[in-house]
């Protein structure tokens, strides 16, 4: 499966990017066990992989981040020994981080030029100089608005900006698409290619098969550190062989589960309305029911409410008018702490700052709900809390180094397992799950949807928040979409169309695919 | 309350003023880039004494006044080495460094205490200016270090909105991984700013020692080091509000010896507390507006930065 070992590439010419037997370990994860990877100018190359396995360690390689303990690195054929980022920078190497590196009270602008600047900044002529360079590559931006005041969508340009700014020849971006709506991931799509066909070599590390096989040229997988499957022609190369390289078996295709037991009313939420950070309203009247058994998503383009909804109903953003009832009584007013009490699981879409505490180790991060329950009197009972974690490790399969170091060691899909276990393990009678599943591998995103699926099973009642229009198709018994605050449809997710969803996600609402609430136990 | 009175008053204000202000850009730069020192009170009380103890030796006011800007950079230079390659807390060096100043300068200056002053740093005549009624004494008969903080004040402003360096010391105290990713040494820009602050608290210092009082007494620096820090949450990190507070807060250091001479009832202790009053007010405004839009404070105030961290 793997190719010769060459430095040239069909056309004889050195490969743009090449990275040989690279090795790096971190306190208690090897992230990369010799990984191969090589990049023609002129295309765009995914690189593939579960989380974990050593994708974005390999890229914050490439971009200089971090140094390789063993292992070689050429660009365009030379040898490099990168040591800071700037080392990388002059190679001509640009990185989209997933987290954007960019500053919220800076102007685009300000932002582009930053490390790349004349020696004398004037407002105007580097405003000028970079909507130039956007238009040139096609990008729609406003070279003079605060960075704190864009989308998304359009930070990842700002940050694209930025390499091209800097005239950088090998583009890496990593999981660039998580963040965007799918209208988005299509325009960003447009882009990448208009790079490559300018000469440049793009690099798009993502899980999402779908888009690999429609942005990419080529792709290399990733699994446990090491390189699978390298430069496979995403052409000739079947997507669920490329998920089958990915996770070592055939990935399991999720199914639709059969449907619960429906009973009483467990969540209710009456004319709901709040604000979002800026002081803008965010929800603008909210009506909506989930019922013992049953899964009710969330469906709509991110940025319409669905954060503030979650947040509100967890308690962690205050209300404007309209109520919030939990097992038939209401809860408003009440604290997060009441709301736990009173059976309300929530799984909030930050996992790490909202969810789990970062510095904290894996122990206090699995009592942080219940360590009123593992105290003797005034103090911490370190005995019962251990307990209590091991027991959540053992029952939602995480893996974990000693529970006394900090969780940030942690994979992406262990860390979600420990904050779902912690809010599932009481079973509690209301779910609130926002993107419980974003950003996790194959196998991490069954694990959660088993759990939440479970928890329906026993009577929960689950409000799912998602933006992966497939999870919420298979999971949901109802299908909402959200839309500036609204719920503006409902459909039967068994029946509906995914394109009238869209629709209605895009807020062309007809009215016609508004569908009365006719859902019978 | 007579005329002379008044321009004596505001020429304190601004004498004042300006001490407070070489001390708060010093300050501002620092944290501009990200480190918070609240060693202003040392780093000033050091450029005191070094600027006395060396006028002392030399009988030249310039060279007492380069040497308290090198002392106050040396030692605040010992701040960033502790919170920039060593990543410590930023509070509690910046705390033990004002303890350190404070005191080193006391043993320093153990020896020329009550001397009389070996050079000065006299008031500049402008010529026709220094004649013009009222502006004449209130702004053109003062000490060149009224007039270093003016070109200080404009300089950092220049600096760090339109020039490269200062893009990169303003980026590294809002992200610092931003700014090494983009291709800027945190820790030199970090080093290089704090070293600055430094040199300006210590020139603020040996302003006391080399004009306003001139002598050299054991804790001449009287809290004007915190004074400046709260002035730069007070001026929002920008050179022309901090410069304005300066001013504000020079006026009340200024009234606390006339207020008798003119009569008013009013403890020149509480007095001494407005700044601080002032600055809690600004910081309840700028928690209250920050719902909107982010706060004025550079977003990675106090936040150490090492590149491997997971």
Redesign the interface.
């Known amino acids: 499966m793997r190719n010769e070992l060459t430095s040239t590439d069909t056309l004889g010419q050195p490969f743009a990017v090449e990275l040989q037997g690279i090795w790096k370990r971190f306190p208690g994860v090897v992230a990369n066990a010799g990984a191969d990877l090589r990049v023609s100018a002129g295309t765009v190359h995914a690189v593939l992989g579960e989380n974990g396995a050593g994708k974005s360690t390999l890229m914050n390689i490439l971009a200089g981040v971090y140094r390789p303990d063993a292992g070689q690195l050429r660009i365009d054929g030379e040898i490099h020994h990168f040591r800071t980022p700037a080392d990388a920078l002059a190679a001509g190497i640009g990185m989209v981080h997933q987290e954007f590196r960019l500053i919220p009270s800076f102007t685009v602008a300000d932002n582009v030029v930053l490390g790349a600047a004349e020696r004398i900044v004037r407002r105007s002529s580097i405003e000028s100089a970079v909507g130039e360079l956007a238009e040139r590559f096609g990008i729609a931006t406003e070279p003079d608005r605060m960075v704190w005041q864009l989308s998304m969508g359009e930070r990842q340009r700002v940050e694209i900006l930025k390499a091209l700014w800097r005239d950088a020849q090998i583009l890496v971006l990593d999981e660039p698409t998580a963040v965007l709506t799918p209208g988005e991931a299509d325009e960003l799509a447009a882009v990448l290619r208009h790079m490559a066909n300018d000469g440049r070599a793009v690099i798009f590390i993502s899980h999402k098969l779908q888009e690999v096989t429609s942005f990419c040229d080529e792709a290399t997988v990733l699994r446990g550190g090491k390189t699978v499957a390298a430069s496979l022609s995403v052409e000739s190369t079947d997507a669920t062989e490329l998920a089958g390289l990915m996770v070592g078996s055939s990935p399991a295709i999720s199914e639709r589960p059969p449907p619960g037991q429906v009973g009483e009313e467990l969540l209710a939420v009456h004319k709901l309305r709040c604000m979002d950070d800026r002081g803008l309203p965010a929800l603008d009247g909210i009506e909506l029911t989930v019922r013992s058994g049953e899964i009710v998503g969330i469906a709509g383009v991110a940025g319409n409410g669905q954060r503030e909804l979650a947040q509100v109903i967890a308690g962690l953003r205050s209300v404007e008018s309209g109520t919030v009832c939990l097992t038939g009584e209401d809860r408003t007013f009440a604290s997060p702490r009441q709301r736990f009490s009173a059976g309300l699981g929530y799984i909030p879409e930050d996992r790490l700052g909202v969810g789990l505490a970062p510095r904290l180790n894996v122990i206090d991060n699995a009592i942080l709900r219940t360590y009123r329950d593992h105290c003797r009197g005034p103090f911490l009972d370190a005995e019962s809390a251990t307990a209590h974690c091991q027991d959540l490790v053992d029952r939602f399969r995480i893996q974990t180094g000693p529970l006394f170091h900090s969780i940030a060691g942690l994979s992406g899909g262990n860390l979600q397992r420990l904050l779902v276990g912690r809010e599932l393990r009481g079973h509690p009678s209301v779910v609130v799950a926002a993107q419980p599943t974003r950003g996790l591998d194959v196998q991490g995103v069954k694990a959660i949807q088993d759990l939440l699926v479970a928890e329906r099973d026993v009577g929960a009642a689950v409000l799912l928040i998602s933006e992966d229009l497939d999870e919420l198709l298979t999971l949901s018994d109802r299908l909402l979409v959200m839309h500036a605050g609204r719920i503006v449809a409902e459909f039967e997710p068994t029946t509906a169309e995914r394109r009238t969803i869209g629709e209605a996600m895009a807020g062309h609402l007809d009215g016609a695919c508004v569908i009365p609430e006719v859902v019978g136990p | 309350m007579n005329e002379a009175s008044i321009i004596g008053l505001l020429e304190a204000t601004v004498s004042f003023g300006a001490l407070l202000y070489l001390a708060a850009l010093g300050e501002m730069i620092a944290e501009k880039s990200g480190i918070l020192n609240l060693g202003v009170e040392g780093m000033m009380a050091m450029g005191a004494v070094s600027g006395y103890v060396v006028a002392l030796q030399t009988n030249n006011p310039w060279v007492a006044l380069a040497a308290a800007v090198v002392a106050g950079a040396l030692i605040g230079s010992i701040h960033g080495f502790f919170t920039v390659v060593l990543g410590a807390e930023q509070v509690v060096s910046g705390l033990s460094l004002t303890i350190l100043g404070v005191g080193l300068a006391a043993y320093l200056g153990r020896g020329s205490v009550g001397r009389p002053p070996g050079a000065e740093l006299v008031p500049v005549d402008w010529g026709l200016l220094s004649d013009i009624p009222w502006a004449g004494p209130v702004l053109f008969t003062q000490s060149p270090f009224v007039y270093m903080a003016v070109v200080a004040g404009c300089l950092s402003w220049f600096i760090l909105w339109?020039?490269?360096?200062?893009?990169?010391v303003?980026?590294a105290g809002?992200?610092a991984?931003?700014?090494?990713?983009?291709?800027?040494?945190v820790a030199v820009i970090r080093m290089g700013a704090v070293a600055i602050g430094g040199g300006l608290a210590g020139a603020a210092g040996a302003y006391l020692t080399l004009s306003l009082t001139p002598q050299w007494q054991e804790g001449i620096v009287a809290g004007r080091g915190w004074i400046a820090v709260a002035l730069v949450i007070f001026g929002a990190w920008r050179p022309g509000r901090v410069a304005l507070g300066a001013l504000l807060f020079g006026l009340t250091l200024a009234l606390k010896t006339r207020l008798q001479t003119f009569g008013v009832e009013f403890s020149p202790i509480l007095l001494s507390m407005l700044p601080y009053v002032l600055t809690v007010g600004v910081l309840v405004v700028i928690s209250v507006r920050s719902?909107?839009?982010?706060s004025p404070a550079p977003?990675a105030l106090g936040v150490a930065y090492r590149?491997?961290e997971?």
């Open positions: 339109r020039t490269r360096l200062g893009l990169a303003r980026a809002e992200s991984s931003t700014t090494d990713a983009a291709g800027h040494s719902r909107k839009r982010p977003a590149r491997e997971r």
